[in-house]
């Protein structure tokens, strides 16, 4: 990925909690292409890993994603961050940040024949990879809906775009709204299986919308999700024992900590990407012990077997792990 130097031109407040951020290189020259559902990694001062954000766009034209004169951000500023958010709500006018990108780990399937009507559902900040997605269909005169839900319609971003955008495609769901209140099982019973879902939001709705999609027969390559967080301890959680099997080295990983974590900080070098149990980078092969799978990545069939294992994120049921690393 390209790493880029931009400037900070605009900065406004969507909501309470979300706050836009437009971005231009220096000189004004056009920025990389990216297309829609695609994030940067933007480099925070005084962290180790860099913060990904989805683009947004609204714009319909031909061509938008081709060579963009700016890059936009929505950023929701998190209660409990760990200074990602926080530094980029403390962003002003004139500010120059480092990004890498851009990079797409939800990317929209191409265009088929006969393809039925494209489901879009978004949460809170979701809304922001979903309305690029939202845009390019709108571009290519591809069939689509969009349902986008929030605690209540004071939390819900970019709505008058969205508007515009997409019309009566459009579809705004508030917690606190019994009338408008986001049903998503009804929703998938008046769907057909051969339509592709996107939903991007909390790791609740991704969880509801995977089970409820599988249970009514949906094919997994027409589900398709991006989460907004990474590895978050649970209730229960015990610490347990990892030996890494060609070194031999015996490391402990608390409640609170994952085994890419502890590895980290143990001096190893593991490989991995998303952090979030998405995209299958830290694979590790399970020697011994039983895994508690948490992430997104192996089918039901790899986690039954228990062989396989995504270290950002899953943990153990048994006391100890061997693993092939």
């Known amino acids: 990925m390209a790493e880029l130097e931009l400037t ?22 056009s920025l990389p292409p990216f297309s829609p559902g695609a994030h940067l990694q933007v480099s925070v001062p005084g962290l180790a890993d860099p913060r990904c954000y989805s683009l947004v766009t609204f714009d319909a034209t031909p061509g938008a994603f081709e060579a963009p004169a700016e890059y936009r951000l929505g950023v929701r500023l998190e209660a409990d961050s760990s200074g990602g958010s926080r530094y980029m709500h403390g962003l002003v006018v004139g500010d120059r940040i480092t990004v890498k990108g851009p990079k797409n780990d939800f990317p929209l399937h191409p265009a088929s024949p006969g393809e039925g009507e494209i489901v879009l559902i978004a949460g809170g900040i979701g809304i922001t ?6 845009a390019a269909l709108q571009s290519a005169n591809r069939p ?12 819900l971003a970019f709505v008058d775009a969205l508007r515009t955008l997409a019309g009566d495609r459009l579809h705004l769901h508030a917690d606190d ?3 408008t209140r986001f049903d998503l099982g009804a929703l998938l019973d008046r769907l057909s299986p051969t339509q ?37 301890p649970q209730a229960g959680d015990q610490p347990f024992e990892v030996e890494l099997a060609q ?31 998405e995209c299958g980078v830290c694979t590790a092969t399970v020697i011994e012990g039983e895994p508690d799978h948490r992430d997104y990545f192996l089918s039901d ?17 048994s006391a100890r792990l061997v693993l092939d690393l």
């Open 129 to 134: 990879p979903i309305a690029a997605m939202a």
């Open 144 to 155: 689509y809906m969009l349902h986008y839900s929030g605690r209540s319609a004071d939390q």
């Open 247 to 277: 070194s031999g080295k015996v490391l402990t990983v608390p409640a609170d900590k994952t085994i890419l974590e502890v590895m980290e900080a143990e001096g190893c070098d593991p490989m991995y990407d998303c952090k979030r149990g």
């Open 196 to 232: 592709h879902l996107y939903v991007c939001g909390p790791k609740g709705m991704i969880d509801a919308l995977i089970e409820g999609a599988k249970a009514r027969g949906w094919p997994t390559d027409r589900v398709h999700f991006e989460l907004f967080a990474s590895a978050a």
């Open 8 to 29: 900070v031109t605009a900065a406004s407040a969507e909501t309470a909690l979300i706050r836009t951020l437009h971005l231009r290189a220096s000189g004004g020259t």
């Open 301 to 317: 069939a790899e986690k039954a077997g228990g062989k396989l294992i995504q270290i950002c994120i899953s943990r153990a049921k």
């Open 177 to 179: 709204d019994a009338a």
